[in-house]
């Protein structure tokens, strides 16, 4: 039953918008068993889920259309996320999806900067790949250009095993291709830097964008809101997206990129 059970929720992540597929227990990420069993008490399993960017999307050096792709990209993980985890309620087992990056815990201590699971260590603790110099999730099939996401269930499904190699082989261009200089390698990243770039119309801007416009004068108040940085923000509020930055990704040996 467990084995079959498996196989069929694998082909309908796969199906609906995953291009990989792992089966982890939750005894495997004790790190994230109080998380865990805050979303759902009877959790067995975690199921990741990850979909592929399109290599010539972020390679462009339009942002835009590397934004666009990674908005379908996220839209992929949820669907597939979703989609499974209402087939096995369907099957009476409890599940829910568990958010890639939005909406996310913005109190302290993680401010935002952290999910309920990492999705790239349980990833590599369910054989998707290894770690990368840069910090992600390395695979075989993508390199490290991928989004992933995935769910909870109450189901007892078969785990799948870590990988014996090491998909990265550390030739370090992720790290000379970062623009802030916020790769150390050994997977060390030094997150205000990586975060000044990638995100620079995010929360950081916004917080800043805020005090500015309280602090001018009437007169000057209006060349703020009519700022370029303001129209650039309210795109990440329309979107939900507001990454800058592809580099990491990108430059990955390991992501294989069609001529």
């Known amino acids: ?133 840069n910090g992600l999730l390395v695979t075989p099939e993508f390199g490290s250009a991928i989004r992933i996401s995935g769910l909870v269930t109450s189901a007892e499904l078969t785990g799948d095993s870590p990988l014996d190699e090491d998909v990265c082989d550390h030739c370090m261009k992720c790290i000379e291709a970062c623009p802030a200089g916020a790769l150390m390698g050994e997977g060390k990243i030094n997150k205000k ?16 964008f805020i005090i500015d416009l309280v602090n001018k004068q009437p007169d000057e108040a209006e060349a703020v809101i009519n700022s370029y940085g303001l129209r650039e923000m309210w795109q990440t509020f329309m979107t939900g997206n507001y990454y800058y930055c592809y580099k990491c990704q990108s430059q990955c040996l390991a992501t294989k990129f069609p001529r």
Not at 22 to 47: C, F, G, K, R, Y
Not at 77 to 97: G, P, Q, V, Y
Not at 114 to 125: D, K, L, P, S
């Open 1 to 133: 039953m467990s084995q079959a059970l498996t196989e069929k929720v694998k082909k309908i992540a796969l199906s609906h918008g995953a291009d990989l597929v792992a089966i982890v227990n939750v005894s495997d990420l004790p790190e994230h068993n109080e998380s865990i069993t805050s979303i759902l008490p009877t959790s067995q399993t975690v199921i990741v889920v990850a979909a592929k960017h399109s290599l010539a999307a972020i390679r462009s050096t339009n942002n835009q259309v590397a934004q666009f792709d990674t908005i379908h990209t996220y839209d992929a993980c949820a669907r597939a996320a979703h989609i499974t985890a209402r087939f096995l309620e369907s099957a009476s087992f409890s599940s829910a999806a568990v958010p890639a990056f939005i909406p996310i815990e913005m109190e302290s201590p993680k401010h935002g900067m952290r999910g309920e699971i990492c999705w790239r260590r349980a990833g590599v603790r369910g054989g998707l790949g290894s770690y990368g110099e």
């Open 193 to 208: 830097l990586c975060g000044d770039v990638i995100f620079k119309y995010g929360l950081r801007f916004f917080q800043d």
